[in-house]
C-alpha cells in the first residue's frame, strides 16, 4: 500500500512540470525550515543572539574547511571511530555466531545483550576515562561498547536463522567446527552481518562524539564544545553541520554495503 | 525445565563474573580506584536508595522523561494522523523523517543547551527530540497498513468516517502505534539520562557524572547500576505491554 502510494505520487506531475509532487513538498519543507531559521536569527523575536544565520553558519562551514583547525580534529575523530568500530565487529560477530549457534547460549546470553543495549552507554564513558586516560582510548572504547551490541544481536539472530539443511550438509562432509563457522555460518549471515554494521556504525559515532563532547583533547565534539565555551556560537553550529554530514555519509555507505550483501541467505527457501 | 536451567544459567554466570571482580579487586589485581568491589557497589546503593538520594534523582529523571514523551506522544500522534490522512504530505515526510531518525539527533544537545541554558528544559527538549519521530512514523505506518478489506466491510455497513476510525482503523493499527511508542519512549528515555550525564544536572545521569568528578568510585558504579535496573525494569515492562497490545 505505501510503496503503491510512493509510485503514485511519483507518476503524478506538479504544476512545475517533471517534478513529483512528493519532492516539491520536501523541496518546499526544507526551504521553509532555511527561511524560518534565518527569520528567528535576524528578526532576533525568539532566542535572541542565540541562533546565527543560517548563511553564516555555511560561510563558517567553509571556512572551517579551508583552515588547517578542521583536518587534524577529523582525522582524530575518524581514527577513533574507525578503531572503536573494527573492535565491536571483530568482538560482535565472534560472540554473536559463537552464541548464536547453539540454541542454549543464545537463549542464556540473548536477555542480557537486549537489555543492556537500551542503556545509555554514555554513562559507562567514566569507567573507560578511568581505564584508558583522556587520550584517543577512551572515546575508541566507548564507540566500540556502543557499537558493539547491535552487532552481536543481529549475528546472533543471524546465526539463529542458518538453515539446518545447510549445517547438515557440512557435517555429512566431516567440515571442521572452524570451517563450519567460516564456511557456512559467517557467509550465510551476511545479510544480517551488514544489518548489524549499519546500525552498529550509527551508534559508535554518536559514542564517539559523545565521549569528546564530555571530555577529550581532540576530535570533532571537542572542537564544537570547544567553540561552546567560547561562545562562538555560528562555529559550533558549523562544526554540527559537519558532524551530521559525516555520519549520513557514513550510513550512506554503510546502506550501500547492506544492499550489496543483502542477495545472501542463510536460509533455504523453496 | 528447560527455561529454568537457561535462567539459572544465566544468573550463575552473572553471579560467577560479580564474584570475580570481587576476588580480582580485593587481591589486587583490579585497582580498587578503577573498579569498585560489586559488595561496596550494593552497599552504596542500598545508602542512596535508603538515605532518599537514588529515589529523588529518580523522580526528576521520571519527571522530565514523562514532559519529554508527554509532548512526543501529543504531537507525535497528531502529527502521524496528519500524515496518514493526507497521503502527499505523509509519502513525502516519511523519508524526511526517516533521515532524521538515521542521523545521530542526540549531537544537537549542545544546541538545546546554548537555546536553554543548563536547565531541564534542555534535557526535556532532547528528550522529546528523539521521542516523537518513531511515534509519528508508528502512529502512520500502522494506519497506513490496515488492510482495506476491514474498511471496506465498515463501508459496507454504512458506517461514518469518524466511526470506521475509531472502531476499525485505530484498532486495527494499534501493535504498530504502540511499538512506535514503545521505542519513542526508551528513546526519551536513553536521551534525557544520557544529557542529564553529558551537562551534570538533573537525575540519575547527574548523579553518574558527578560521583566521577568527585571521584567516588562507589556511588559511580551505584548510580550505574540504577540506570541499568530502572532501564530492564521499562524494556520488561513495555515488552510485557506490546504483547498485551498484540
Partial sequence: MDAEATRRFQTQRHFLGKIPDTAVIQGVSILAFLVLWEAVSRTGIIFKELVPSAFTVAVRVWNLLASGEFWPHLWISLYEIGLGFAVAAVIGVGLGILLGAHKFWRNVSEPVFLYLAATPKIIFFPICL?????????????????????IVICTMTGAREVSPILLRVARSLRASPLQIYTK???PAILRHLFAGFRLGMGVTIIGTFLGEIKLSRGGLGFLAIGFYSQFNLASMY??????????????????ILLARFSRYRGTLET | MARLKVLLTRCLFIAAALAMIQILVSRGTLSPLIVSKPTAVALALWQEIAGGEIPKLFLITMGEVAISFGISLVLGLGVGYFLWRYERWGVAYETLLGAVFGSPIILVYPIFLVIFGRSPAAVIAMGFLSGCIPIILGMRDGLVGVNRTLVRVGQSLNLSRRVIFWKIQLPAAAPTIFSGMRLGFTFTLVSVIGVEFLVEIGGLGKMVSAAYSRFQID????????????????????????????
Avoid at chain 1, 581505564?131 to 557499537?147: E, N, Q, V
Avoid at chain 1, 551530521?244 to 550510513?251: D, R, T
Fill in chain 1, 130 to 150: 578511568m581505564l584508558l586516560g583522556l587520550d584517543t582510548g577512551s572515546k575508541m572504547a566507548i564507540g566500540a561498547l556502543s557499537g558493539f551490541f547491535p
Fill in chain 1, 184 to 186: 557456512v555460518y559467517f
Fill in chain 1, 238 to 255: 558549523a562544526v554540527i553541520v559537519l558532524i551530521f554530514v559525516l555520519a549520513g555519509v557514513a550510513n550512506w555507505i554503510m546502506g
Fill in chain 2, 219 to 246: 556511588n559511580m558504579y551505584a548510580g550505574i547500576t540504577a540506570i541499568i535496573l530502572l532501564t530492564m525494569i521499562f524494556i520488561a515492562v513495555s515488552y510485557n505491554l506490546q504483547r498485551r497490545v498484540k
